[in-house]
Nanobody, 116 residues
């Protein structure tokens, strides 16, 4: 059973930065495209960034140019550098495979709050 542990969230002001991390229990990153998702109350999770096995990245329109996804295959970790944060980035952030989250067990997520 693959498990994900997300960390790095917090409360920041608009314009500030945060770096999120996701640790996976399995050796996934060499064989799967991985992604960061976010969810706000009452809404479904949305994919905001992904990185494939050859390090090709993709971003949703809402975060492109501000967020950077990266990974460390040897450490089975996924990162999301978030710059120029906006209040609308407030959400719980999760990781899973992408573009389809094939692992049914989501981590606890990490809360990001952007507020002045």
């Amino acid at each position: 059973q693959v498990q994900f542990v997300e960390s790095g969230g917090g409360l920041v002001q608009p314009g500030e930065s945060l770096t999120l991390s996701c640790a996976a229990s399995g050796d996934l990153f060499k064989i799967l495209t991985m992604g960061w998702y976010r969810q706000t109350p009452g809404n479904q999770r949305e994919l905001v960034a992904s990185i494939d096995i050859i390090y090709t990245t993709d971003y949703s329109h809402s975060v492109k140019g501000r967020f950077t996804i990266s990974k460390d295959n040897d450490k089975n970790t996924l990162h999301l550098q978030m710059n120029s944060l906006k209040p609308e980035d407030t959400a719980v952030y999760y990781c899973n495979s992408a573009p389809d989250p094939v692992f049914p067990e989501w981590g606890q997520g990490t809360q990001v709050i952007v507020s002045s």
